[in-house]
């Protein structure tokens, strides 16, 4: 804490030209602002000015930031100086943010409707629009790049591997499924592919991770995830598994 405190002036060298700012030097400028630092702000003006900057401090990428004339180097390393995570994960590390993000989301929508249709927050509708809404939230993200969701999906998915272009078709089906469940329409349809679909993914998974013990990315987020292959992706395939059921019940019922 000392450090921070005697430390109060800091330069920046950042992209200031006409046709590029550099936003991770904005983002420099305004966390050290915040952390209590007078910033000596530098724009490098020309693509001929940053390279003589990055070539004489032996330097690939800017901003950089000195302090006490000493380098600390770009935005991450400026935050982790002051204690903070890295603003992006490492390669190949995982991350929970997407999926925490997309359920958190769909929770909110949830509650959301049953307020507006019901004057009530908590209502068993309410479950239910949480579970379809997450279930196509999560389609939405495969259908984005759904060649290199197939892709990922390979490497677990037991029927994907025997029929290929069912890697294709399952962000369709998924994405029908929590559409048609938030609708409350075509249960007949909606239910059965979701109890089809959640179980072959609940197997796979389960498989793959506690008999096989490999270590994947889930591709329940999208080909680019960086969500392990576990508890996660097999709760997803459960949520499915348990509404194609419960639907299906208040359909017979």
């Known amino acids: 804490m000392e450090r921070f405190m005697t430390t109060r002036t800091a330069a920046v060298y950042r992209m200031v030209m006409e046709d590029h700012v550099c936003p991770y030097g904005i983002k420099t400028v305004d966390l050290l602002t915040r952390q209590g630092f007078e910033v000596e702000d530098h724009h490098l003006t020309s693509r001929e000015e940053t390279d003589a900057f990055k070539d004489k401090h032996n330097v690939e990428t800017t ?35 997407p999926v925490i ?79 048609l469940m ?19 993914g609940a197997v796979s998974v389960f498989k793959a991770v506690y008999i096989d013990k490999r270590e994947l990315k889930c591709a329940c987020v999208g080909g680019s995830s960086n969500v392990p292959l576990g508890f996660v992706s097999l709760t997803e395939n459960l949520f499915m598994i348990g509404m194609g059921l419960w639907m299906g019940a208040k359909l017979l019922a």
């Open 182 to 200: 938030t609708a409350g329409a075509l249960t007949w349809l909606s239910a059965p592919l979701a109890l089809f679909i959640g179980t072959v």
């Open 63 to 97: 901003p950089q930031t000195f302090i006490e004339d000493k380098r600390i180097g770009g935005y991450d390393d400026v935050r982790e100086f002051f204690g903070k995570s890295r603003s992006q994960p490492e390669e190949g590390e995982t991350s929970y943010q």
């Open 101 to 179: 993000a997309i359920f958190a989301v769909a929770l909110l929508l949830a509650l959301g409707l049953s307020w507006a249709f019901f004057d009530d927050l908590f209502t068993v509708r309410a479950a239910e629009w949480f579970v379809s809404l997450s279930m196509t939230l999560l389609a939405v993200q495969k259908l984005q790049d759904v060649r290199s969701f197939s892709t990922m999906f390979l490497n677990y998915d037991l029927l994907a591997r025997r029929w290929v272009p069912y890697g294709f078709v399952y962000p369709f089906g998924e994405a029908a499924a929590g559409i």
